[in-house]
């Protein structure tokens, strides 16, 4: 039994022997190429190590090289530089000198000319002069005969415009308006404060009635006589004191009771013979050629409520 184990033995011994041989010497195989490319690899980063410090100190090299030789460019160019300022003062000096005389040359011969100049300009102004008296005789027989047409022309222009204002003064109001000269005020139904009124007035292209004349005064008294207190375009809100129309024309008192105005920023009228203030205003338009109403002049604002 014993002979037969260890026989079996021996050959399993053998065969598994065998085979760690072989994968044993693969490594070693392995081991030493791994060792030979190592090897390689370390030299040659060596020898590229070795070629860069090369280079590097070569560059160094040319650098210093380079440094030196721009120093010592760069001492001659001051050098030179200096040198040339020095040729250029010397040579601005010079100029100068040489210009001096020149200058001194050239006022000798000017003064010489001159005189002869002078004389030569006295003798053309005395013909010139003759020639302008000439002249000027002339041009005002010219400009008198214009005068004239201008004269002619104007007075032709002035009788055009008066048959415009006539056209103007002929012109219809719109429905609902009352007509004084070439004016049209209207009566609209409102109750609004100063400062409203006079937005309503621009926004119907109208301002604050303004009253320059006893003729618009007393159509005034008739169109709003039965309304009481009314705002009216007088204002010193961009002076205090200083009263003006909204028109910015200032205020004549002309067509005012004693007292009047007062010191407040707007400005009211009554027609004393009136009644309690109704909520009306009053409207002023001028027409123009077209027949359309260019602009609205002024407008009456009745006070929704008067307190002492």
């Known amino acids: ?17 065998g085979a760690a041989a072989v994968c044993l010497g693969l490594l070693c195989v392995l081991l030493l190429a791994g060792i030979i490319g190592l090897f390689l690899y370390q030299r040659n980063q060596l020898t590229s190590s070795n070629t860069l ?16 030789e721009k120093d010592q460019l760069q001492i001659s160019f001051n050098i030179l530089t200096k040198e040339r300022d020095q040729l250029q003062t010397n040579y601005n000096t010079l100029t100068k000198d040489g210009d001096e005389l020149q200058t001194s040359n050239n006022t000798l011969t000017k003064e010489r ?3 002869q100049t002078s004389f030569n300009i006295l003798t053309k102004e005395r013909d010139q002069l003759q020639t302008n008296y000439n002249t000027l005789t002339k ?93 009216i375009g007088l204002t010193d809100s961009v002076s205090e004191g200083t009263w003006k129309w909204v028109d910015d024309t200032p205020l004549t008192r002309k067509y005012w009771t004693s007292g009047q105005p007062d010191y407040m920023s707007c400005f009211f009228y009554r027609y004393w013979n009136s009644g309690q203030p109704d909520s009306m205003c009053c409207f002023f338009y001028r027409y123009w050629n077209s027949g359309q109403p260019d602009s609205v002049l002024f407008l009456l604002q009745v006070l929704e409520q008067w307190r002492a």
């Open 1 to 17: 039994k014993h002979p037969k184990f260890f026989k079996v033995f021996c050959q399993w011994w053998k065969r598994y022997s």
């Open 53 to 68: 410090t090369e280079e590097r100190d070569q560059l160094q090299t040319s650098s210093n090289t380079l440094t030196k």
């Open 113 to 115: 000319d001159q005189l």
């Open 139 to 231: 041009d005002g027989d010219q400009l008198q005969t214009s005068n004239n047409t201008l004269i002619k022309e104007r007075d032709q222009l002035q009788k055009e415009i008066e048959r415009l204002k006539q056209s103007l003064v002929e012109k219809v109001c719109p429905e609902g308006w009352k007509k004084l000269g070439s004016s049209c005020y209207y009566v609209s139904t409102e109750k609004k404060s100063w400062e409203e009124s006079r937005q309503d007035c621009r926004n119907r292209g109208a301002h604050l009635v303004v009253i320059k004349s006893q003729e618009q005064q007393t159509l005034v008294n008739w169109l709003c006589g039965v309304y009481g207190y009314v705002w």
